[in-house]
């Protein structure tokens, strides 16, 4: 893949330049971008329905990832959210549920083992 002739900061800086000219930003609440969201992704996901490898052009799935990125700077932008911090922390957290040294093995059942298992025994922090 080529570098990006944009940054991330002028892709976000863009959406949010046209989502603030046309004024959703006051109507699409953090509650409706969420569902957009999925909704989008749902849409990439059609691609896959019946099929192992998609079904339209490399285009039409950059056209559904780019929907689902959209949604994802709004969403962002409501809560304040750094998606690049917030990446890198994700990131950091399943470097630690995923330790690198359990799936290098090139049997794939055995990186299924080590993710089932990882899964298995990690503890998700579910306070509020």
């Known amino acids: 893949m080529q570098p990006s002739k944009y940054s991330f900061d002028e892709v976000r ?11 959703w930003h006051k109507d699409n609440v953090p509650r409706g971008v969420a569902i957009s969201l999925s909704l ?12 192992d490898e998609p079904v339209g052009s490399v285009e ?3 056209d559904e990832l780019a929907d689902v ?13 750094d998606i ?7 990131l950091e957290k399943s470097a630690k549920k995923y330790p690198v040294e359990a799936f290098q ?8 083992k080590a ?5 298995k025994n990690f503890k998700k922090d579910t306070t509020l």
């Open 13 to 23: 800086d863009t959406v949010m330049k046209h989502v603030t000219e046309r004024g």
């Open 69 to 81: 990125m959209i949604y994802g700077i709004q969403f962002a932008n409501w809560y304040n959210i």
């Open 40 to 51: 989008e992704a749902n849409e990439l996901l059609e691609h896959y329905q019946w099929h």
């Open 60 to 62: 039409e799935l950059a």
């Open 84 to 90: 690049s911090d917030a990446v890198m922390k994700k």
């Open 115 to 119: 993710w089932l298992d990882a899964k």
């Open 105 to 112: 093995s090139e049997d794939p059942e055995e990186r299924k």
